[in-house]
């Protein structure tokens, strides 16, 4: 019998990574500019899609601002709380599990 034949054929499960969405809140205190200047700033929008973001948050009371890997989700909303925090505004933004 040769070596390859006393192998234990094990099958690698690969899993999925999970990815998070990252929601925006509404509350009435924070400066519609400073909440699309932070969803430039930290995630990346555009200006058309952090002013669309933005109104849909005031409008609804939330809005899904990106989708990321877990770590990558919660830096970035934590940075995002961080900074309006620095200047005395409640801003906050939630992470999700993907269904
Ligand atoms: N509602 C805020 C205001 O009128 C602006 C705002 C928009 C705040 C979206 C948070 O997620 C938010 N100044």
């Given at each position: 019998m040769s070596q390859t034949d006393l192998k234990p054929r094990l099958r690698?499960?690969?899993e999925k990574?999970?990815?998070?969405?990252?929601i925006l809140l509404?509350?009435?205190?924070?400066?519609?500019d400073f909440v699309v200047?932070?969803?430039?700033?930290?995630?990346?929008?555009?200006n058309a899609g952090a002013e669309k973001v933005m109104m849909t948050a005031h409008q609804k009371g939330a809005c899904v601002v990106?989708?990321?890997p877990r770590d990558?989700?919660?830096?970035?909303?934590?940075?995002?709380i961080d900074a309006a925090?620095?200047?005395?505004?409640?801003l906050q933004f939630t992470?999700?599990?993907?269904?």
């Open positions: 690698t499960r690969v990574p999970k990815l998070y969405r990252v509404n509350d009435d205190f924070t400066p519609r200047m932070v969803l430039k700033g930290e995630f990346r929008l555009d990106s989708i990321y990558t989700a919660e830096t970035k909303a934590t940075r995002a925090q620095r200047l005395g505004y409640p992470v999700e599990p993907e269904e």
